[in-house]
């Protein structure tokens, strides 16, 4: 095959220096999404907003033939699907995810919520035991 006529090679993602752990990056971007839903939700809609007119170009049209079928996409998929990121919404009139939203009234029913507090912020059981919010 010509060069000229060989495909682009697919994108390749860097999230930071190799040696990064992808488990904290990963709690990181969920702690940001619990911190800031609102603008996690926005910036959602305005990314899947942009792909989905990029995908009507022609150029775009090429990269979702050629992504449909990638592990990259399959691999990102699995993520999405088993991550917080699973909880932002794409209808426009969605400020906070009700996702999120469900898991607070959850949390606030149970009768655990010290210690659930406590393992998400990572501390001890007795900060949440003194009344802290």
């Known amino acids: 095959m010509p060069s000229s006529a060989r495909p682009a ?40 907003a942009e792909g989905r007119r990029f995908a009507r170009t022609p150029e775009g049209r090429r990269w ?3 992504l449909a079928s990638s592990t990259l996409v399959r691999r990102g998929h699995m993520l999405w699907e088993g991550s917080a990121l699973d909880v932002l919404e794409e209808r426009t009139d969605t400020v906070l ?30 900060d949440a035991d003194r009344g802290r919010p």
């Open 9 to 48: 090679r697919l994108p390749t993602l860097a999230l930071g220096a190799r040696d990064d752990d992808p488990f904290r990056l990963l709690q990181q971007g969920h702690l940001l999404l619990l911190k800031y839903p609102a603008a996690a939700q926005a910036a959602f809609r305005a990314l899947v």
């Open 97 to 126: 995810p009700s996702a999120l939203l469900d898991a607070i009234v959850g949390a606030i029913g149970s009768a655990e919520l010290p210690e659930l507090l406590a393992r998400l912020f990572g501390e001890g059981t007795a």
């Open 64 to 66: 979702k033939e050629r």
